[in-house]
C-alpha cells in the first residue's frame, strides 16, 4: 500500500463544507497542519469560540471523513477557538484555592485563612485522596489518572485507584485488569491488582459493553460502595479517576468524598479551558483545594523524527493557571506511545519507566505529593523524586 500523505488527506478534506456552507474547511483555511504518523491523522480546525458548540458536528464530520479513507488507522481532529486580533482574554473566574497560598515562591504554601472544610467521614487506612477531574470528556482525564497513580508508586507511595467513572469506566482497559473481584464477609470487596497498585472500577462488575441506566441516587451510592466497602488497607493516596463534566452528579461527588485535594486535566484550546474554568470552580464550591492543572496533549511528537509541533495551541493552561492562581502541574505531549501503551494494557509510566514521557508523569505526580502534603497540613516525607 503506499504511504498515506498529507495532500491526500487535505483533498479528502474538501468534502467537509465550512460552517456557511459556501466553501469547504481547507478553503476556508480552517485547517491546520496536517499530521500523519503511523497511519493516524492529527490536526485541528479553528473556529470562532462563540460558535464552539454549534460546530461540533463540523468536528466529527472532519474526523469521520479522514478515519473512512484507505489506510488510516485512527484521527484525532480538535476545534480550536479563533482568537480575535487586540480582543481581551476572558476575564478570569473568580476562583478561590484553598490551601495554596499567595506566595509566589510557595504555590503549595497553607493560606492563614483557608477556609474550614466540612468534615467528611474519612476512610480508614487511606491517607490522602486525590480526583482527577476534567471539564470535559475526552481531553485524557482517565490517561493522566492512571500514570499519575502509577507516577506516585514509582516513587515508593502506597497507591490505589478508584474509578468512579462509572457511565464510562476505563481502568480495567487502561491497567490490563480482566476478571471479577472477590467478596469477602460483610459485602467487602477486595480490589483488583496490577503493577501494583489496587484498583476499584465498575467495570468489574458489570459486562462491557452493557448499557448501564445510572440514575444520580445510584451512581452515589455505586460509588460510596466501591470507596468505603472496598478492603484498600492502607494506602498514601487514593487517586479517584472522576466521570467527566461538571454537573450535578460530579458536584455531588465532590462533595461526598473526603478528599485532600483535585488535579483538573485540560487540553489547551481556549474551548477546553472554558470547560476547565468550571472544573476549578466546582472544587472551589465545595472548598477542595485545587492542587493543579495539567495540559494534555499539549503539543505533538512526531514518533519519526521526534520533532516537536505546537498545533494545539500549547501553552494556554499553564496562562489559564497562572491568571487564576492556581499551580501548574505540567505539560503532556500528543505521542502515538502514550496512546498505544494505554489501549494495551500497559501506561507508559510502567511499560516505558526511564522514557521522556513518564518523566513528564513523575514531574507532575511530584508536584501533586508536594500539593496534597501541604493541603493535608503535613510536611512532605522524604521521597526522593528524580
Ligand atoms: N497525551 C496523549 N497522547 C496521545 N493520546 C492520548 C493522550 N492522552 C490521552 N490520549 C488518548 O485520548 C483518548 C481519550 O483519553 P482518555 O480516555 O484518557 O480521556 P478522558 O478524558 O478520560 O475521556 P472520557 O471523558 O471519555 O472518560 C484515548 O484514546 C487516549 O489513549
Same mark, same amino acid.
Given at each position: 500500500?503506499?504511504?498515506?500523505?498529507?495532500?491526500?488527506?487535505?483533498?479528502?478534506?474538501?468534502?467537509?463544507?465550512?460552517?456557511?456552507?459556501?466553501?469547504?474547511?481547507?478553503?476556508?483555511?480552517?485547517?491546520? #497542519?496536517?499530521?500523519?504518523?503511523?497511519?493516524?491523522? *492529527?490536526?485541528?480546525?479553528?473556529?470562532?469560540?462563540?460558535?464552539?458548540?454549534?460546530?461540533?458536528?463540523?468536528?466529527?464530520?472532519?474526523?469521520?471523513?479522514?478515519?473512512?479513507?484507505? !489506510?488510516?488507522?485512527? %484521527?484525532?481532529?480538535?476545534?480550536?477557538?479563533?482568537?480575535?486580533?487586540?480582543?481581551?482574554?476572558?476575564?478570569?473566574?473568580?476562583?478561590?484555592?484553598? $490551601?495554596?497560598?499567595?506566595?509566589?515562591?510557595?504555590?503549595?504554601?497553607?493560606?492563614?485563612? @483557608?477556609?474550614?472544610?466540612?468534615?467528611?467521614?474519612?476512610?480508614?487506612?487511606?491517607?490522602?485522596?486525590?480526583?482527577?477531574?476534567?471539564?470535559?470528556?475526552?481531553?485524557?482525564?482517565?490517561?493522566?489518572?492512571?500514570?499519575?497513580?502509577? %507516577?506516585?508508586?514509582?516513587?515508593?507511595?502506597?497507591?490505589? /485507584?478508584? #474509578?468512579?467513572?462509572?457511565? &464510562?469506566?476505563?481502568?480495567?482497559?487502561?491497567?490490563? /485488569?480482566?476478571?471479577?473481584?472477590?467478596?469477602?464477609?460483610?459485602?467487602?470487596?477486595?480490589?483488583?491488582?496490577? *503493577? &501494583?497498585?489496587?484498583?476499584? +472500577?465498575?467495570?468489574?462488575?458489570?459486562?462491557?459493553?452493557?448499557?448501564?441506566?445510572?440514575?444520580?441516587?445510584?451512581?452515589?451510592? @455505586?460509588?460510596?460502595?466501591?470507596?468505603?466497602?472496598?478492603?484498600?488497607?492502607?494506602?498514601?493516596?487514593?487517586?479517584? #479517576?472522576?466521570?467527566?463534566?461538571? !454537573?450535578?452528579?460530579?458536584?455531588?461527588? %465532590?462533595?461526598?468524598?473526603?478528599?485532600?485535594?483535585?488535579?483538573?486535566?485540560?487540553?489547551?484550546?481556549?474551548? %477546553?479551558?472554558?470547560?476547565?474554568?468550571?472544573?476549578?470552580?466546582?472544587?472551589?464550591?465545595?472548598?477542595?483545594?485545587?492542587?493543579?492543572?495539567?495540559?494534555?496533549?499539549?503539543?505533538?511528537?512526531?514518533?519519526?523524527?521526534?520533532?516537536? *509541533? #505546537?498545533?494545539?495551541?500549547? !501553552?494556554?493552561?499553564?496562562?489559564?493557571?497562572?491568571?487564576?492562581?492556581?499551580?501548574?502541574?505540567?505539560?503532556?505531549?500528543?505521542? /502515538?506511545?502514550?496512546?498505544?501503551?494505554?489501549?494495551? $494494557?500497559?501506561?507508559?509510566?510502567? +511499560?516505558?519507566?526511564?522514557?521522556?514521557?513518564?518523566?513528564?508523569?513523575?514531574?507532575?505526580?511530584?508536584?501533586?505529593?508536594?500539593?496534597?502534603? +501541604?493541603?493535608?497540613?503535613?510536611?512532605?516525607?522524604? /521521597?526522593?523524586?528524580?
Amino acid at each position: 500500500m503506499t504511504e498515506l500523505t498529507r495532500d491526500q488527506v487535505l483533498e479528502t478534506l474538501k468534502t467537509v463544507r465550512g460552517p456557511d456552507l459556501d466553501r469547504n474547511i481547507v478553503e476556508l483555511g480552517m485547517v491546520s #497542519d496536517v499530521f500523519i504518523s503511523d497511519a493516524k491523522v *492529527y490536526f485541528s480546525i479553528t473556529v470562532p469560540a462563540e460558535r464552539a458548540n454549534e460546530l461540533e458536528p463540523l468536528r466529527q464530520a472532519a474526523e469521520r471523513a479522514v478515519k473512512s479513507m484507505p !489506510g488510516v488507522k485512527g %484521527a484525532l481532529v480538535s476545534l480550536t477557538a479563533e482568537k480575535k486580533p487586540g480582543a481581551p482574554s476572558a476575564a478570569p473566574a473568580p476562583v478561590r484555592v484553598s $490551601g495554596q497560598g499567595h506566595s509566589h515562591t510557595h504555590p503549595h504554601a497553607p493560606a492563614p485563612s @483557608a477556609p474550614q472544610r466540612p468534615a467528611k467521614q474519612n476512610i480508614p487506612g487511606i491517607a490522602s485522596i486525590i480526583a482527577v477531574a476534567s471539564g470535559k470528556g475526552g481531553v485524557g482525564k482517565s490517561t493522566t489518572a492512571v500514570n499519575l497513580a502509577l %507516577a506516585l508508586k514509582a516513587n515508593g507511595l502506597k497507591v490505589g /485507584i478508584l #474509578d468512579a467513572d462509572v457511565y &464510562g469506566p476505563s481502568m480495567p482497559r487502561l491497567l490490563g /485488569i480482566t476478571g471479577r473481584p472477590q467478596q469477602i464477609e460483610n459485602r467487602i470487596i477486595v480490589p483488583m491488582e496490577n *503493577y &501494583g497498585i489496587k484498583v476499584m +472500577s465498575m467495570g468489574f462488575l458489570v459486562d462491557e459493553g452493557t448499557a448501564m441506566i445510572w440514575r444520580g441516587p445510584m451512581v452515589q451510592s @455505586a460509588l460510596m460502595q466501591m470507596l468505603r466497602e472496598v478492603a484498600w488497607g492502607d494506602l498514601d493516596v487514593l487517586v479517584v #479517576d472522576m466521570p467527566p463534566g461538571t !454537573g450535578d452528579a460530579q458536584l455531588t461527588m %465532590a462533595q461526598q468524598v473526603p478528599l485532600t485535594g483535585a488535579v483538573v486535566v485540560s487540553t489547551p484550546q481556549d474551548l %477546553a479551558l472554558i470547560d476547565a474554568r468550571k472544573g476549578l470552580n466546582m472544587f472551589n464550591k465545595v472548598e477542595v483545594p485545587v492542587l493543579g492543572i495539567v495540559e494534555n496533549m499539549s503539543y505533538f511528537i512526531a514518533p519519526d523524527t521526534g520533532a516537536r *509541533y #505546537d498545533i494545539f495551541g500549547h !501553552g494556554g493552561a499553564k496562562a489559564e493557571a497562572e491568571r487564576i492562581g492556581v499551580p501548574f502541574l505540567g505539560e503532556v505531549p500528543l505521542t /502515538i506511545a502514550i496512546r498505544e501503551t494505554s489501549d494495551a $494494557g500497559t501506561p507508559v509510566v510502567v +511499560s516505558d519507566p526511564e522514557g521522556p514521557q513518564a518523566k513528564v508523569y513523575r514531574q507532575i505526580a511530584e508536584k501533586v505529593w508536594l500539593g496534597v502534603q +501541604s493541603a493535608s497540613g503535613r510536611v512532605a516525607p522524604s /521521597i526522593v523524586f528524580e
